[in-house]
């Protein structure tokens, strides 16, 4: 009898499935055999309001120049083109990077969460997250092996008088983290957004206590009340910060397009990291999502994305207070994707699932 398991690393054996992934299997295999569902497992983009003429646009008005250079292998840090578009979007949110240095297209955020993995975390090192978070930075993180040192989030992000707390109690044991991971604005899975108060003041651990703080912000742009919130990327002064976004809230998921925006000794080692998983990002994407920049394509989606994520909280929110029961709460999301339930007690929510 031939026995799989024997040939698994150590790590090959904890590639399981999450409970969540399992419910989101379960709902595609209910809509591929025709069953007239609402998804509501992830979060998925609106697929009525993909780009899709302007993508065939800017393919069809390609120069010849352009399709050898996307169908060739490119950089391990991305095109300068789509590096160049995306430092002068960033530079919108008040976040400064040299697109010849300080930037590097990763095939999603997803990639840059595993790239950052690998260039800094080893078998114990300190990690601090929030509770909750997102649940795929957990895995990247654990694939490594460090401790986690879990922070409640409130109503106003990550909780910096417990992290303040949690750091003091590290430091008392002889212990400094490596990384803080949040995600500060529109959080997954809370949607709540960080207070500028208290991204200050996470910097200010960040520097007493010596650690990184990784910014994953693939939400910030959908913000339903003004300007996005102020990325802590943009408050760093001293380049502790690593900040990361995506495409695919914004654009498109399919286009695999994420980017992270680092000191250049970190680019430097990631842009390494990354030619050892997959050499490059492919051409197409990189081509195509420098284009949208360049025509201003990407801003009119993401205020196409806003006002259908505001119309589809408001619609969620009203149908919640006509059917929850009185026992359960929620927030009121300004922005994001996500709008977190707190079910009475006594409700087993996995059962539900």
Same mark, same amino acid.
């Given at each position: 009898?031939?026995d799989?398991?024997?040939?698994y690393?150590r790590?090959g ?5 999450g409970v ?7 709902a595609f295999?209910?809509? %591929?055999?025709?069953k ?6 992830g979060?998925?983009?609106d697929p009525?309001?993909l780009p899709?003429e302007q993508?065939?646009?800017?393919f069809a008005?390609a120069?010849?120049e352009?399709w050898? !250079?996307?169908?060739?292998y490119?950089? #391990?840090?991305?095109s ?5 578009e995306?430092?002068?979007?960033m530079a919108?949110a008040?976040?400064e990077a040299?697109?010849?240095s300080e930037?590097? *297209?990763?095939?999603?955020s997803?990639?840059a969460l595993d790239l950052i993995?690998?260039?800094?975390? #080893?078998?114990g090192?300190i990690?601090? $997250? ?5 649940l795929?930075a957990?895995?990247?993180?654990r694939?490594?092996g ?11 992000g990550?909780? +910096? ?6 750091? %003091?109690?590290?430091a ?8 803080l991971?949040t *995600? ?10 960080? +207070?500028?108060e208290? %991204?200050l003041?996470?910097l200010?651990?960040?520097e007493?206590?010596?650690?990184l703080?990784? !910014?994953?912000?693939?939400y910030g742009?959908i913000?339903? !009340? ?7 990327k ?6 502790r *910060?690593i900040?990361m ?10 286009l695999?397009?994420?980017? $992270? ?6 680019v ?5 990291a990354?030619? #050892?998983?997959?050499?490059c990002?492919?051409?197409?994407s ?7 920049l360049?025509r201003?394509?990407?801003g009119?989606q993401?205020l196409k994305?806003?006002?259908i994520y505001?119309?589809?909280r408001?619609?969620m929110l009203?149908a919640m ?6 026992e359960?709460?929620? #927030?009121?999301?300004?922005g994001g ?5 707190k079910?009475?007690?006594?409700v087993? +929510?996995s059962k539900?699932?």
């Amino acid at each position: 009898m031939f026995d799989a398991d024997r040939f698994y690393s150590r790590l090959g054996e904890t590639f399981k499935p999450g409970v969540l992934t399992q419910v989101v299997l379960a709902a595609f295999e209910l809509m %591929r055999q025709g069953k007239k569902i609402i998804s509501l497992t992830g979060g998925s983009y609106d697929p009525s309001s993909l780009p899709i003429e302007q993508i065939k646009t800017v393919f069809a008005e390609a120069p010849a120049e352009a399709w050898q !250079e996307m169908l060739q292998y490119g950089s #391990n840090v991305g095109s300068g083109k789509l590096r160049a578009e995306l430092s002068r979007f960033m530079a919108e949110a008040g976040v400064e990077a040299d697109p010849q240095s300080e930037v590097i *297209v990763t095939t999603g955020s997803q990639q840059a969460l595993d790239l950052i993995s690998r260039l800094f975390i #080893n078998p114990g090192d300190i990690v601090v $997250v929030g509770s909750p978070t997102y649940l795929q930075a957990l895995s990247a993180f654990r694939q490594f092996g460090p401790e986690f040192c879990v922070v409640p989030v409130d109503r106003d992000g990550m909780d +910096t008088d417990a992290l303040e707390a949690e750091l %003091r109690r590290l430091a008392s044991e002889g212990k400094t983290p490596k990384l803080l991971y949040t *995600v500060p604005s529109f959080q997954n899975p809370t949607s709540t957004v960080l +207070t500028r108060e208290r %991204r200050l003041r996470m910097l200010e651990l960040a520097e007493e206590f010596d650690f990184l703080i990784v !910014e994953d912000n693939p939400y910030g742009y959908i913000s339903f !009340e003004g300007a996005m919130p102020t990325p802590i990327k943009a408050l760093d002064k001293s380049g502790r *910060v690593i900040y990361m976004s995506t495409f695919s809230k914004i654009v498109s998921p399919g286009l695999r397009i994420g980017w $992270v925006a680092a000191r250049k000794e970190f680019v430097t080692k990631m842009a390494v990291a990354k030619g #050892n998983v997959d050499i490059c990002t492919d051409g197409l994407s990189q081509y195509v999502a420098a284009e949208l920049l360049r025509r201003g394509v990407v801003g009119e989606q993401i205020l196409k994305m806003i006002d259908i994520y505001r119309r589809k909280r408001d619609l969620m929110l009203e149908a919640m207070e006509a059917h929850f029961p009185e026992e359960a709460k929620w #927030n009121e999301p300004k922005g994001g994707l996500f709008l977190w339930v707190k079910m009475p007690e006594g409700v087993d +929510t996995s059962k539900m699932l």
